[in-house]
Every structure is written in structure tokens, then in C-alpha cells.
């Protein structure tokens, strides 16, 4: 009996632990740096091209990136999958600040 009452406890123990990504949890509430508003000039130009533009020369002009934002092809594999760029996912709050200008329409000021 004291075995099987170990093991429920064991088990309830392992089954609540879980992990969870506080970003898709608390999607305004992560990140402490600035994330206003992204200008394509100031913010996306310039991380496109140090962080994409090796591998997709396309994205070094605003139209060779906007076929991608268009497809949804930028969004799934930047913010949600998070798989891209390759060798190293953005830091939180260039995530956030890519998700705010894409969700203001991706315009290129």
C-alpha cells in the first residue's frame, strides 16, 4: 500500500510539472527593452540585413521582403516558429517589435 501511495505522489508530482513558453502565455507582458512602434528604416531594414540578408539577398530591398510578409511565410517562420533566422532565434523584444510592425500593416516608412 505505502508503495502504491509513493508512487500516485511521485506521479502527480512528475504530471504537474510542465514547461511552457511565457511568451505565448503573456504575449504583452514579456521583454524589457524598447518596443514601440518599428519604422521598416529605422528597425527592420537593418535587422533584415544583418541577420537574413546573408542567406536571402531578395530581402535587401522592401519589395523582395514583402512577397514573404505577404505569403505569411515571414511571420510563421520568424515570430511563431521562431526557426529563422538560422543560427539564433531573435531576442524577445525584437520578436515583439517584428510582430507590432507586421501587425500595423508592414509599411515601409
Request: aromatic letters at 10%; charged letters at 20%.
Amino acid at each position: 500500500m505505502k508503495k502504491i501511495v509513493g508512487f500516485v505522489l511521485v506521479l502527480s508530482f512528475l504530471v504537474s510539472c510542465y514547461r511552457d513558453k511565457e511568451e505565448l502565455l503573456y504575449p504583452n507582458d514579456f521583454g524589457s527593452g524598447d518596443t514601440s512602434a518599428a519604422t521598416y528604416s529605422a528597425f527592420v531594414q537593418p535587422l533584415v540585413s544583418a541577420r537574413c540578408a546573408a542567406c536571402h539577398a531578395a530581402y535587401n530591398s522592401y519589395a523582395g521582403l514583402k512577397v514573404i510578409i505577404d505569403n505569411g511565410k515571414f511571420r510563421d517562420r520568424v515570430i511563431v516558429r521562431k526557426d529563422m533566422p538560422s543560427g539564433g532565434t531573435l531576442s524577445s523584444d525584437q520578436i515583439l517589435k517584428l510582430d507590432k510592425w507586421l501587425n500595423a500593416g508592414a509599411l515601409n516608412n
